[in-house]
RNA sequence: GCUCAAGUGGCGGAAUUGGUAGACGCGCUGGAUUCAAAAUCCAGUUUCUUCGGAAGUGUGGGUUCGAUUCCCACCUUGAGUACCA
């Protein structure tokens, strides 16, 4: 009761409009940012363009955590400061919201996955609303929209209407090709196809039936139907592109994948394996990612080179990076899959190999990718004609040799390869020593420099270069071999035997596919009463009763009304996650004409590409490569004007989580002791007397105990490490350890003041570390969200979060708020800024305008607090040094600075406020703290003036009694002085 | 194995053409204010020290008048990739 009275009390009724009431204030300019659309871009504007892009985000069931919104955080502070900078800028935000999660969530509880997805886009939204980004949010997208997926199906028309010809080294339409078919057959063609295409002449193609071309044709599109071997995935039900695995294992779940063969779309991405190298160089990304996508391109240089086998018609082809030491080689290995081993293979063999095929059949990839110590292999019994010496080479068949790779075959070289070496040893085949000089006795020698190559008829004497070019002419001469250039990137498997994905726009007609004209999409997804493949193990799509296609009304129909003359199945997979992401940075540039184009040509011609693009690096060999697949079939074919999406790419870190941990005595599981307890015990000085301490808790004599570690809730400690023992407690109850009992150093008996040890870890629920904004927002506000999440460190680093920190920056925009804002009225005032005022302004200027161009973020906030550090302790009232302030900190700070800048009488929003101009005039000193080092290292410093001159100083500093102590006695060798820099002397 | 990135106080980190190492903030210590707490403000806080100084940026070398910064070797951690012929 005696409480409530306070509530009357005259103390508490103070000006509220004068208190840094964060809640209130964020509030308000949200709203008005919504209401007045202050950041919605415009199509046609006097501005430059400028382009700052987030990865949006695929909208999951359990919200935002404080890791999330760095990198919007810090795109948004860049988006701001260019249009302070005059700068149209285009900072759009969508949802990725096929996937997944959504639907296992659905197969568990039934709920169709567009509610789900529904719900959690309207949480993310009100959660991204509250750290107060400028997002124009009317050009908001949604992957699973069918308004959207309408323009992924046309695409993929678009794809599958396409070629690529090696010769113009671009994509073109496929009516181009029938037409060269026509005429001239396809031994003229030069196109990136399947490879197992036969050669046709135009009379042939001419007679073919419509099917047979078809099927042709399926070879050349860039996305083709085939049966290829294919990572399936049995846990999930669906099929996985290689990015989607890691370590063998699927990315998502972590489930094992097998090989398995499967007729499945795929992107033939592989035929622009050379411009997606090359295109990298013409981008600002870091060279850690254009790295990783060179890696995953793997291009490398060699040749090709045919040997003939002896007795058979057979040929062998192979792939080497290494012609030169094409008389190294004694013998060769074919893949256990390779199709000739069954052919060549002699009778006395036979066993043998089928023995070893079918051993090796049964280990996984991952197996074989575990165990590649263990050298393996046995002999066909057949022998290849060396295409120069005419020596006949054993052929043997090993699993070291990959299928997938190259031609699934090599020549083996082993003093030149340490895997054919490793073989030859074991197996007691000859090595042959084709370099001059050197030791094979331990190893092979894999190095291309210093060594001549030797033994080897025409090569002999010549370096790896040489030989190289001279082995290739000599292999083209006898027409055994060519220059060949291989890459591993593979196509793209573009099927998923999913429902929530974007259905393909095709039909089957006699089992070939057939495109749904555009004109009649988009193809809708349909409703099944289930989520999970049919019986028959069909994907999903298969439970859908309303799903073939009526070529005559050009619509959806019911299933039994199938004939295969006018009403036809409908594809059954839909599209991989990366379909969706692949374009959606072209939709967000069109703002009217959505319906009638995925994005108009005024705006594509206005917008051209990203220029700032913001997201994480593990998107380094799925998305962002993908993109750049498809937004080069989109230029060759004349529907954009530009070759890469990405102009700048910036991989913003993870904010990992600081775990809090007690330890639960194993031997005593009713007792907890605090970190530091534990780290006594496991400090060997101190370990008898805390067992001493814990035996006078528990009652039990022990000599040893085992310390089990405990995460606990990181809301329930506080800055010093130290547990809220009433909040743990009723936390603990919540697991049924109510009767907890605690031991710390601190006190003999239960205590208030247990510390916790720290960990960092990923954030995750399962550690109990995770942060939401939400609550951050609540006790502190979006600014001082904002400003933390860039003052942890530097954007691209990974870095701990701890929630104690945060009372820094708060603080900071409490003093911020306290330099205009008095008790009862407003601090600022006209009065003319003073000389310290202006240096302190200028600098600021200087250093913020730099650290954004430089995505230096963290720098610009301690420069922050340093200003107003400094103009507090100057009593600065000025306008004219306040004012601009505000809009330097406006990008990091928004809400505060649209406050303030009102509160000042202007006009609002700040959002569009030039950004002050630097003037180096305001820093000029007349005078310098020269540190002065003896040897190097500082041991004072003097005040001289800035212009006073070589000779000057030294004498000065010589002078100087701190020199002549430090000399003792002896003459400096040597003075070095650097004017406005630094004195150093040496002796 | 190969490729790339990074190692700085108790903690996050700063030092951008080599020129005063530890900015800024957290935490900690002491003080002011307060009945008390919160909040706020002030001072201190790399280590050692005989209080004069000395050492110090993963380790060991090198270049230089001078190295956190450049070069070489190694160690550790993280990321990518993996029998790629």
Not at 944 to 971: F, S, W, Y
Request: glycine content about 6%; overall charge negative; some cysteine.
């Amino acid at each position: 009761m005696c409480c409530n009275t306070f509530k009357f009390a005259p103390y508490f009724k103070e000006n509220t409009t004068m208190r840094y009431d964060f809640n209130q204030i964020e509030k308000k300019w949200q709203d008005y940012w919504a209401k007045n659309e202050t950041f919605k871009a415009s199509n046609t504007s006097e501005k430059p363009k400028y382009y700052v892009l987030d990865m949006f985000p695929y909208p999951s069931g359990a919200g935002l955590h404080v890791g999330h919104p760095l990198g919007y955080i810090a795109s948004d502070i860049y988006a701001r400061y260019k249009r302070h900078k005059g700068f149209n800028v285009l900072h759009p935000q969508g949802y990725d919201s096929f996937g997944l999660p959504a639907e296992q969530y659905a197969i568990q509880t039934g709920q169709h996955p567009a509610v789900t997805t529904e719900a959690n886009i309207k949480t993310y939204r009100r959660q991204l609303d509250q750290i107060g980004f400028s997002f124009d949010w009317s050009r908001e997208v949604r992957t699973s929209d069918p308004n959207y997926y309408k323009w992924t199906q046309w695409i993929f028309i678009q794809l599958f209407e396409s070629w690529y010809n090696n010769n113009s080294n671009k994509a073109e339409h496929i009516d181009t090709l029938v037409e060269v078919f026509k005429s001239e057959g396809n031994a003229t063609v030069n196109a990136a196809c399947d490879d197992d295409v036969e050669t046709f002449t135009a009379e042939e193609w001419n007679n073919y039936s419509s099917e047979q071309q078809q099927e042709i044709l399926l070879k050349y599109r860039l996305t083709y139907l085939a049966e290829t071997e294919v990572n399936w995935c049995p846990a999930l039900g669906t099929v996985l592109a290689n990015d989607e695995i890691v370590n063998g294992v699927s990315e998502r779940g972590g489930h094992p994948v097998v090989r398995k063969k499967m007729t499945q779309w795929s992107m033939r991405i592989s035929a622009y394996a050379e411009r997606l190298l090359q295109g990298l160089d013409t981008i600002d990304w870091t060279d850690a990612l254009k790295d990783i996508q060179k890696n995953w391109i793997g291009k490398s240089v060699g040749a090709s080179v045919t040997f003939n086998v002896n007795g058979h018609d057979e040929k062998i082809d192979v792939f080497t990076t290494r012609p030169d030491t094409i008389y190294g080689v004694s013998f060769m290995t074919l893949a256990p899959e390779h199709e000739l081993v069954s052919k060549i293979t002699t009778e006395a063999q036979k066993a043998d190999v089928e023995a070893y095929i079918e051993k090796t059949a049964k280990r996984s990839e991952r197996d074989r990718m575990a165990d590649v110590k263990t050298i393996s292999g046995v002999f066909t019994g057949a022998y290849a004609e060396h295409p120069f010496s005419k020596e006949p080479i054993p052929i043997w068949i090993g699993d070291y040799v990959l299928a997938s790779y190259g031609t699934g075959a090599v020549m083996a070289v082993p003093c030149g390869d340490q895997r054919d070496y490793d073989f030859a040893k074991h197996f007691d085949i000859p090595i042959p020593n084709i370099f001059d000089g050197v030791d094979l006795s331990e190893e092979a020698y894999g190095s291309k420099d210093n060594v001549k190559i030797a033994n080897s008829d025409f090569l002999n004497g010549m370096n790896y270069k040489k030989a190289t070019k001279r082995a290739i002419y000599e292999l083209e001469q006898i027409g055994q071999g060519e220059g060949k250039t291989n890459y591993r990137l593979r196509d793209a498997v573009f099927s998923r035997q999913r429902y929530w994905g974007e259905p393909f726009p095709v039909y089957y007609v006699n089992g070939m596919p057939q495109m749904i004209d555009k004109a009649h999409l988009p193809i809708v997804l349909p409703e099944v009463e289930k989520y999970l493949p049919t019986e028959e193990g069909e994907p999903p799509l298969g439970r859908a009763d309303v799903w073939a296609w009526d070529t005559e009304s050009n619509a959806v129909v019911s299933n039994d009304k199938i004939n295969n003359t006018k009403i036809h199945p409908l594809e059954l997979n839909t599209m991989p996650g990366w379909a969706g992401s692949s374009w959606y940075f072209f939709r967000y540039m069109e703002d009217a004409m959505r319906d009638e184009t995925f994005a108009s040509e005024a705006s594509l011609k206005y917008w051209e590409n990203v220029d700032l693009y913001i997201g994480g690096s593990e998107h380094g060999t799925g998305h962002l490569l993908y993109s750049r697949f498809w937004v080069k079939l989109l230029k060759d074919r004349g529907f954009v004007d530009v070759e890469e999406p990405f102009k700048k790419l910036i991989n913003q870190g993870m904010i990992l989580g600081t775990s809090a941990i007690v330890y639960r005595i194993n031997e005593a599981p009713d007792f907890i002791v605090s970190g530091d307890v534990c780290n006594n015990y496991n400090n060997s000085e101190k370990r008898a007397e805390t067992l001493k301490l814990i035996q006078s808790h528990t009652g039990q004599s022990l000599n040893s105990i085992q310390l089990d570690p405990v995460h606990i809730d990181v809301k329930l400690v506080n800055a010093s490490d130290e547990i809220d023992v009433l909040a743990f407690r009723s936390w603990m109850k919540e697991f049924g350890y109510g009767h907890i009992k605690f031991i710390s150093t601190k006190s003999e008996r239960d205590s208030d003041t247990i510390k916790v040890n720290r960990e960092v870890e990923k954030m995750s629920k399962r550690w109990y570390n995770v942060v939401n904004p939400d609550d951050i927002c609540e006790q502190y506000g979006a600014d001082s969200l904002r400003l933390y999440e860039m003052f942890l460190g530097p954007l691209e680093q990974y870095k701990p979060w701890n929630t104690a920190g945060i009372t820094g920056v708060h603080s900071f925009l409490k003093k911020l708020w306290k330099l205009y804002v008095g008790q009862d009225s407003l601090n600022v005032n006209d009065t003319e800024p003073t000389k310290d005022n202006l240096k302190t302004l200028h600098k600021t200027i200087k250093k913020v305008q730099e650290d954004i161009e430089n995505f230096s973020f963290n720098t610009s906030v301690s420069t922050f607090m340093i200003a107003v550090n400094e103009l507090t302790a100057q009593k600065c009232t000025s306008k004219a040094i306040l004012e601009p302030l505000l809009v330097l900190i406006s990008p990091y700070a928004p809400h505060i600075a649209e406050e303030l800048w009102e509160k000042i009488d202007n006009e609002p929003s700040i959002s569009t406020a030039p950004f002050p101009t630097f003037d180096a005039s305001h820093l000029v000193e007349s005078s310098k703290n020269y540190p002065i080092s003896f040897n190097g290292k500082m041991r004072f410093t003097m005040e001289l003036p800035m212009d006073m001159g070589k000779d000057d100083i030294e004498a000065a500093v010589m002078a100087h009694e701190k020199t002549i102590a430090q000399l003792d006695g002896r003459t400096p060798k040597k003075v070095i002085v650097v004017p406005g820099k630094i004195v150093n002397i040496v002796g």
